[in-house]
């Protein structure tokens, strides 16, 4: 994504590049400038995709991204971008130039915020003000709850049932109504009938096209026919030269661009090598280092790269082989931006390591370029010698026309004819001689010079049809009331194939709407619609080429509605035949089973109103109101059964099925009008006046809501100030149900407050799961972001500790060569074990943060690493020792980092690829999570067991009894690691089964 909006800054800058130069280079920025629009619109899209998808992953970048796409949508990008156009094609070079630079900078403010530059303290202020925002909008949904339940007191037993009852319904009318409009729907053999009669005005319309051809070919006679001939043989010439032209300029294209990209792909990676090696010198003198410029030229690479993956993307090349060019071009652009923010926060040692993978990435960019760049070259002998038989070919048949349109002017006693045909013939035999060029080009596997032969061969074919077309053109005047008598004929005919396609399509829709109908016949009646009407638009097309004169063309347009008329006859044709698999009288059956269970449960309706209007406690008003409701109910339930029985009965007898589905129509319809008055009965009924308390009652509820209705919008309000719109709209919404809520209360109406207090507690929730996301996605980032810095902190520690470890080896040599060391030597050594107790600072600062995490292994792993350290510092300073037990302790120290380092990576990439936190009993999660500890304790185990079977494997012999001190110093040094290792994980152990059990007990 980031390179498509590189490459727009570039495109919009192309008028500062091209201001100066007034030939064609303005049209090149023309061209860039319509790429650029281009490529924004695919930018959108492409954003909106990658948000769907990392919806349930990464919500709080998914939403990022959404944002992104309203704020190109708000700085009315899209429409800047068009603006510019407009003022390069009118030459306003310099408004273009100014328009230019102020799109850029907002696409540059639209990459800083894609880039999501954050730092450490920013989340922790701005998880901490997603907290509050969650604490308060947790809290209102609380006392939004306490109102819905005290509103529902106020709304006694007897209307929640009439909700109920007024529900159950609406659901029989809505069903009723759909059940209805099936049964409204024309039978199969109605269908078929209707089929039978489209498809006889198919095969009619077929009829007279076929003697409409025949009369436009009849208006043509002696030279006029002559001439449409020959046209006709040009224009076929024309196509086919054209294809050839197309496919030689593909081959010089793909080519021409593979050697560009390629040229431009190693321009960059030995600027990007030139580079890593400033970086290297930045990192050995940062004091004099400059970053701002580094980055400046590491941001650079990545716009170039960003430009080369757009000419890759633009080769006429198969995607699959491209996708494997851009893979890797993409990747580099990834370490790329890395290197570039390492180099803005002077980490030079992580922008090394990013430089070194983008080169390696290039690298294969270029492989996979120069792969494809082989791949044509052994394709184009193979191609050129096709083209060329092709030309030959081309050549023949081009040579033969021109021979008969000499022939045919030298015997035309036409002067006109004569001197058109003559002409003609001149122009087809300079083809056939550029034709020939080219074939021969093509031989010598030299397509590029071809193609401008092919050219030429091509604009002869043109200038022969122009010269011809003229002359035809003349010639056909006189014949004109002919071709507007066919003309006229044909609109009729493109008339009636519009009414068909009418016909079919209504048929079409009736049967999509169906659940009856099977896919396939679905299928089969839409083509045959869309077929009819392309072969109406083909008619169309006809009636004015004959209008004007041209019968060439009018018949080539009236062949192609002819074929379009007959694949709508096949269509038909399979149509019936899904047709006849269809029995009508099952789905009749259907329908009448259908409309049987209605009448059930409008009946059991019927009984349960009858039930509540014998409740002890109802009121004579609810008594009179329930079984009005009740007898209508059962008065729809009696309609819905006639109605069922005159489906069944339609059903047996095929001869009276329209009569008994128009009597069942007439039935339903009577049952959704008793329906309907037994609803309007109910409400009714909900409409009686409160009692006094209730109405008090009310009130109270009133003043509390719009308490909460206030604290709702203030928490509206501060959303958005935080930066939270949609959490913000989600308040305000919540704070517009609640005002509906008290406007409600005040007209005595609770059963519908309590709908809106429900909906505000519905908007709450959202807003405070939307927040919920957002920490956890911002939690997620402060993980990655620690994770980084500690990743760092031990690569720093790593590369002092291999100073050490190699001055150490240096010191053993010269003691062992010298038998001593010298003075100065001494003094190193001193200096080494200085820096070796510093390393023990810095690293139990990398301690103290992973215990914060609550990382035991690893704090424990590091924690051996700082007492390797003492140690160390020891041997070298107080006994001067630089042999071989010394150096085991330091190559264990690096290893152990190392295989840190190495977890710490795989935990960054796990994170990245969508993995989510660490577990740990609950609360908050940890750094590192459990699974991640559990591979480092295997880790450690494995390597202590190899250790221990190398120790005892070199040190213990036949016969040997004792161990001499080194040895004894070194078991006794594997013995201690051994009960450390066990120690940890047994503790770590029991704090999972512990969680474990934990979490049975809340389950």
């Known amino acids: 994504m980031k390179k498509i909006i590189y490459l727009l800054i570039l495109f919009l800058l192309s008028p500062v590049l091209y201001a100066q130069a007034p030939d064609g280079r303005l049209k090149s920025a023309i061209d860039r400038q319509k790429e650029a629009a281009d490529d924004l619109r695919n930018l959108e899209a492409k954003m909106r995709r990658i948000a769907d998808k990392l919806k349930e992953i990464q919500p709080y970048y998914a939403e990022k991204l959404l944002q992104a796409v309203e704020m190109l949508k708000r700085d009315l990008v899209t429409d800047d971008i ?27 403010a639209l990459l800083a915020f ?56 609406e659901r029989l009318i809505a069903e009723q109504k759909e059940l209805r409009e099936q049964v409204r729907q024309p039978s199969l053999s109605d269908n078929k009938e209707d089929i039978e009669k489209a498809k006889q005005k198919i095969e009619d319309l077929i009829k007279q096209q076929e003697k409409l051809v025949e009369e436009a070919k009849n208006i043509e006679k002696g030279d006029l026919k002559d001439l449409t001939g020959f046209i006709n043989k040009l224009d076929k010439l024309i196509n086919r030269q054209a294809e050839s032209l197309n496919e030689n300029k593909a081959l010089q294209q793909t080519e021409e661009g593979l050697d560009d990209a390629l040229k431009q792909l190693n321009n960059l990676m030995q600027a990007q090598k030139s580079l890593r090696d400033e970086t290297e010198k930045a990192s050995g003198n940062p004091g004099n280092a400059k970053p701002e410029e580094l980055s400046e030229l590491q941001k650079n690479i990545t716009k170039h790269a960003a430009k080369i993956g757009s000419l890759i993307n633009k080769l006429p090349l198969p995607p699959e082989d491209k996708e494997k060019a851009l893979e890797a071009l993409d990747k580099g652009m990834e370490n790329t931006d890395s290197a570039a923010q390492n180099l803005t926060d002077e980490s030079y040692d992580q922008a090394k390591q990013n430089q070194s993978d983008a080169l390696k990435n290039l690298e294969k960019t270029r492989d996979a370029l120069q792969k494809m760049s082989e791949g044509v070259s052994e394709k184009k002998k193979e191609q050129s010698d096709r083209l060329s038989q092709m030309q030959d070919k081309l ?87 002919k071709f507007q008598k066919v003309a006229d004929k044909q609109e009729k005919l493109n008339d009636q194939a519009n009414d068909v396609h009418d016909d079919l399509q209504k048929i079409s829709e009736q049967m999509q709407s169906s659940p009856f109908y099977p896919k396939k016949a679905q299928e089969s009646a839409q083509n045959a619609s869309q077929q009819t009407g392309q072969a109406a638009q083909e008619m169309e097309q006809a009636k004015q080429s004959l209008s004007q004169n041209n019968a060439a063309q009018a018949n080539n347009q009236q062949e192609k509605s002819l074929d379009s008329l007959k694949e709508a006859q096949k269509s038909l ?4 035949k899904e047709l006849n698999k269809i029995d009508d009288a099952k789905r009749l059956d259907a329908l009448a089973q259908k409309q049987k269970e209605l009448s059930a449960q ?27 409701a009740s007898q209508n109910s059962q008065n729809a339930s009696s309609q819905m059964s006639k109605a069922s029985d005159s489906l069944k009965e339609g059903s047996k007898s095929p001869e009276t099925s329209q009569e008994q589905k128009q009597e069942a129509q007439e ?38 809501q719009q308490e909460i209705e206030e604290q709702t919008k203030k928490l509206a309000e501060d959303a958005k100030t935080k930066n939270e719109p949609k959490a913000g709209e989600q308040a305000k919404k919540a704070s517009e149900q609640m005002k509906s809520a008290s406007e409600s209360m005040s007209q005595s109406a609770p059963q519908q407050a309590q709908s809106e207090e429900q909906e505000a507690i519905d908007e709450l929730e959202r807003m405070y799961d939307e927040l919920a996301r957002k920490k956890e996605a911002l939690a997620q980032q402060q993980k990655q972001q620690l994770l980084e810095k500690i990743e760092q902190l031990l690569g720093r520690i790593i590369g002092k500790q291999e100073e050490i470890n190699d001055e150490t080896i240096r010191l053993e040599d010269v003691k062992i060569k010298e038998n001593e060391l010298s003075r100065a030597e001494l003094i190193n050594l001193k200096k080494i074990a200085q820096s070796q107790d510093e390393l023990v600072k810095e690293t139990s600062g990398v301690i103290e943060k992973l215990l914060k995490e609550d990382s035991a292994v690893f704090s424990w792993v590091l924690k051996t690493v700082v007492d390797d350290m003492s140690t160390v510092k020891i041997l070298l300073d107080n006994e001067q020792r630089t042999d071989e037990y010394t150096q085991g302790i330091e190559a264990d120290i690096i290893r152990k980092l190392k295989e840190l380092v190495d977890a710490l990576k795989s935990e960054k990439s796990r994170m990245k690829s969508g993995g989510g936190g660490g577990g740990g009993g609950g609360g908050k999660q940890k750094l590192l999570p459990d699974v991640a500890e559990l591979k480092m304790l295997r880790t450690m185990e494995e390597h202590l067991l190899n250790r221990t079977r190398d120790f005892y494997g070199k040190n213990i012999k036949e016969g040997t009894k004792e161990f001499d001190a080194l040895q004894k110093k070194l078991a006794q040094r594997l013995s201690a690691e051994q009960l450390h290792l066990y120690e940890l994980t047994k503790g770590f152990t029991e704090r999972l089964i512990k969680a474990a059990k934990e979490e049975q007990e809340k389950e």
Not at 433 to 444: H, L
Not at 573 to 576: A, C, N, V
Request: proline share 2%.
């Open 82 to 108: 068009n603006e510019i156009l407009t003022m390069l094609e009118n030459k306003l070079v310099g408004k273009a130039i100014s328009k230019g630079e102020e799109v850029s900078g907002e696409l540059e």
């Open 667 to 704: 039935n339903q319809k009577s049952a959704e009008k008793e329906l309907a008055k037994a609803k309007e009965e109910l409400e009714n009924l909900k409409k009686r006046a409160l009692s006094d308390e209730e109405k008090r009652q009310l009130e109270r509820l009133k003043r509390r």
């Open 573 to 576: 044709d399979e149509l019936l």
């Open 602 to 628: 409008a009946d059991a309706l019927s009984k349960q109103l009858q039930k509540l209007s014998s409740q002890p406690n109802a009121s004579q008003e609810s008594k009179q109101g329930m079984n009005k």
């Open 114 to 169: 894609l880039e999501d530059k954050i730092g450490a303290k920013d989340i922790e202020e701005k998880m901490k003000a997603l907290e509050a925002l969650m604490k308060e909008a947790d809290r209102l949904k609380n006392e939004e709850q306490k109102i819905l339940e005290d509103t529902k007191k106020t709304n006694p037993a007897e209307d929640r049932q009439l909700n109920d009852a007024i529900r159950d319904i």
């Open 395 to 481: 050549r023949e048949e081009t040579n033969k026309l021109a021979e008969e349109m000499k022939s045919s002017g030298q015997s035309s006693s036409q002067p006109a004819m004569k001197q058109s045909l003559t002409k003609s013939s001149a122009q087809t035999g300079s083809a056939v001689q550029n034709m020939d060029n080219a074939r021969k080009k093509f031989k010598e596997d030299d397509s590029k010079t071809a193609e401008p032969e092919q050219v030429k061969a091509l604009n002869d074919l043109k200038d022969a049809k122009e010269t011809l077309d003229a002359l035809r053109s003349q010639l056909a005047n006189p014949e004109h009331e």
